[in-house]
């Protein structure tokens, strides 16, 4: 079946940059990635998405491989803000299927 | 621009009752999607109003509903409640049709239901 999967944790040292994976082996033609992260207690925050080339914003950098079945989201210079769960979330759209697709998030953790 | 708000925030139910929780898209957007998140399970997909129609389903039991009005605001309803449907129940909004264009989705801060 469809699925992503991330790491359940990673570790960073504080101002390192966090390199965080995510596998979506099924997603194919139009379908973006989308990253969001979850702080305790309050709805996932929105960071960035793409389809196919490298983005970059404001609070990270997304890289994507050239066939689209695995991305990483870096985050250049971790603070301890940063620590949350991190999602990787895709919509795989066929005939008459159209699933949306959450990993069990990456539970990031920044060490002072 | 007010994000995405979520009514009530927390809420406390009894077995067999049922729940309408309410959830105010971004001005402007037209897509409100719905998701039940616990700790053993995740964040799972309920459903996805788009215009007042429901375009997609998640793999939930008839006793979820949801609807959405002109206006773009959406409830989502809980009948016959279980224990296990104690929750963060999370909405988001996007401007349209998400996942196939450049169209991201907004989450509030959920409700919190928890059914004893």
């Known amino acids: 079946d469809a699925k992503t999967t991330q790491p359940t944790s990673m570790d960073c040292a504080e101002g390192r940059a966090a390199n965080l994976p995510c596998n979506h082996s099924?997603?194919?033609?139009?379908?973006?990635v989308y990253w969001y992260r979850q702080i305790h207690s309050q709805g996932p925050q929105y960071i960035i998405h793409?389809?196919?080339n490298n983005e970059t914003n404001e609070m990270a950098s997304l890289i994507i491989t050239e066939d689209r079945k695995s991305s990483t989201l870096i985050l250049p210079h971790a603070t301890l803000r940063d620590t949350a769960v991190y999602y990787c979330?895709?919509?795989?759209?066929?005939?008459?299927?159209?699933?949306?697709?959450f990993g069990k998030g990456t539970r990031l953790h920044i060490l002072p | 621009k007010a994000g995405v708000t979520q009514t009530p925030r927390y809420l406390i139910k009894t077995r067999g009752q049922q729940v309408t929780l309410s959830c105010s898209p971004i001005?402007?957007?037209?897509?409100v999607s719905w998701y039940q998140q616990t700790p053993g399970q995740g964040l799972q997909f309920l459903f996805e109003?788009?215009?007042?129609?429901?375009?997609n389903k998640g793999n939930f039991p008839g006793r979820f509903s949801g609807r959405q009005f002109s206006n773009s605001r959406s409830e989502m309803n809980v009948s016959t409640l279980e224990l296990g449907d104690s929750a963060l129940y999370l909405c988001?909004?996007?401007?349209?049709?998400?996942?196939?264009?450049?169209?991201?989705?907004?989450f509030g801060n959920g409700t919190r239901l928890t059914v004893t």
């Open positions: 988001a909004s996007s401007l349209n049709n998400w996942g196939q264009n450049n169209s991201p989705l907004h």
């Open positions: 099924t997603i194919s033609g139009n379908e973006y």
């Open positions: 793409g389809l196919k």
């Open positions: 979330i895709v919509r795989v759209v066929r005939a008459r299927d159209d699933k949306i697709i």
């Open positions: 001005s402007g957007h037209r897509s």
């Open positions: 109003y788009f215009s007042e129609t429901q375009r």
